[in-house]
């Protein structure tokens, strides 16, 4: 299958119709959700996506079976598992975190875990920075929900990276919009002197859309679904800790030029989903050039 660009040279309209016999695409790093439509329309017809979850410090999972059953978690490769559960875990009480971390035998599913690893490379109970959930015990599988320092509550919220992109993925399909990236951070207030706020999302979408995306839909979307999947943060809005969230519907490519001066474009680079402070966002309004005020 072929297709004409725009400079009248003909293309091929995916890879399969370069590589014919191409059948499967490995991937891992990411959540593939977001852009999952996207590529796979860029791979062709029948071609299949195989996660893996690599990390530089082992080979930690891979998928054996349907995607949403999570991944397999390669527990006789050599590397011994712990499991500090996250409503425990403090990136600034490292030192005294041993006593709080479980064994493999002792995870329960639907729990936030951080991954400890000890492996014959000299690794020793170190923390590789991943939040684990498992789906399944019999055998073990893991689903990735985010890092441990790219977490959400600055409010006391806990929202992690995976209930932010499924809220917004759950969104952007109701409408038929397809994201290119995002990030969300808190946006600090004051009201009778107590420090209040709400979560500022900067979001880019792929143009075009079938309707025409506004901030203030997509935030009352966004908010609903949040409350819907974390009762944490369901509780602040409730009871006005959390103000309603505004966003931000960049024009393309800013969060390419961020990731270029942060140098994280290409490679290995990655945008991180959140944050609870507001480095990352007040670096991208500087270079915004358009924004969708709440």
């Given at each position: 299958?072929?297709?004409?660009?725009?400079?009248g040279?003909?293309?091929?309209?995916?890879?399969?119709?370069?590589?014919?016999?191409?059948?499967?695409?490995?991937?891992?790093?990411?959540?593939l959700?977001?852009?999952a439509?996207e590529l796979?329309?860029?791979?062709?017809?029948?071609?299949t996506?195989?996660?893996?979850?690599?990390?530089?410090?082992?080979?930690?999972?891979?998928?054996?079976?349907?995607?949403?059953?999570?991944?397999?978690?390669?527990?006789d490769?050599?590397?011994?598992?712990?499991?500090?559960?996250?409503?425990?875990f403090?990136?600034?009480r490292?030192?005294?975190?041993?006593?709080?971390?479980?064994?493999?035998?002792?995870?329960r599913?639907?729990?936030?875990?951080?991954?400890?690893?000890?492996?014959?490379?000299?690794?020793?109970?170190?923390?590789?920075?991943?939040?684990?959930r498992?789906?399944?015990?019999?055998?073990?599988?893991?689903?990735?929900?985010?890092?441990?320092?790219?977490?959400?509550?600055?409010?006391?919220?806990?929202?992690?990276?995976?209930?932010?992109?499924?809220?917004?993925?759950?969104v952007?399909q109701?409408?038929?919009?397809t994201?290119?990236?995002?990030?969300?951070a808190?946006?600090?207030?004051?009201?009778?002197?107590?420090?209040?706020?709400?979560?500022e999302?900067?979001?880019e979408?792929?143009?075009?859309?079938?309707?025409?995306?506004?901030?203030?839909i997509?935030?009352?979307?966004?908010?609903?679904?949040?409350?819907?999947?974390?009762a944490?943060?369901?509780?602040?809005?409730?009871?006005?800790?959390?103000?309603?969230?505004?966003?931000?519907?960049v024009?393309?490519?800013?969060?390419?030029?961020w990731m270029?001066?942060a140098?994280?474009?290409?490679?290995?680079?990655k945008?991180?989903?959140?944050?609870?402070?507001r480095?990352?966002?007040?670096?991208?309004?500087?270079?915004?050039?358009?924004?969708?005020?709440?």
């Amino acid at each position: 299958m072929l297709a004409k660009a725009s400079h009248g040279k003909i293309r091929p309209a995916h890879l399969k119709a370069v590589w014919p016999d191409l059948e499967c695409v490995v991937h891992g790093g990411v959540p593939l959700a977001p852009f999952a439509d996207e590529l796979k329309a860029l791979a062709g017809p029948g071609v299949t996506f195989h996660e893996v979850f690599p990390a530089s410090e082992g080979f930690i999972a891979a998928q054996d079976a349907d995607a949403s059953a999570g991944l397999r978690l390669l527990a006789d490769a050599g590397i011994f598992y712990e499991f500090i559960p996250m409503k425990e875990f403090s990136e600034d009480r490292l030192a005294g975190m041993g006593m709080r971390a479980l064994p493999l035998a002792e995870v329960r599913t639907g729990i936030d875990y951080a991954v400890v690893i000890t492996t014959p490379a000299g690794l020793c109970r170190y923390v590789i920075g991943d939040v684990v959930r498992f789906t399944s015990l019999e055998p073990y599988r893991i689903l990735y929900v985010g890092r441990t320092r790219l977490q959400l509550s600055a409010f006391g919220e806990h929202v992690i990276e995976k209930e932010l992109t499924d809220a917004l993925l759950t969104v952007c399909q109701r409408h038929g919009w397809t994201i290119a990236n995002f990030h969300v951070a808190p946006w600090f207030s004051e009201s009778g002197g107590e420090e209040r706020g709400r979560h500022e999302w900067w979001i880019e979408l792929r143009t075009p859309t079938k309707t025409t995306p506004t901030g203030p839909i997509i935030a009352t979307e966004l908010d609903a679904e949040l409350q819907r999947l974390n009762a944490d943060y369901a509780a602040k809005r409730q009871g006005e800790g959390l103000q309603a969230p505004i966003v931000r519907l960049v024009m393309p490519g800013l969060f390419e030029q961020w990731m270029k001066a942060a140098g994280k474009w290409g490679g290995q680079g990655k945008m991180p989903r959140c944050r609870s402070d507001r480095h990352i966002a007040d670096e991208l309004a500087s270079i915004a050039r358009f924004c969708d005020e709440p």
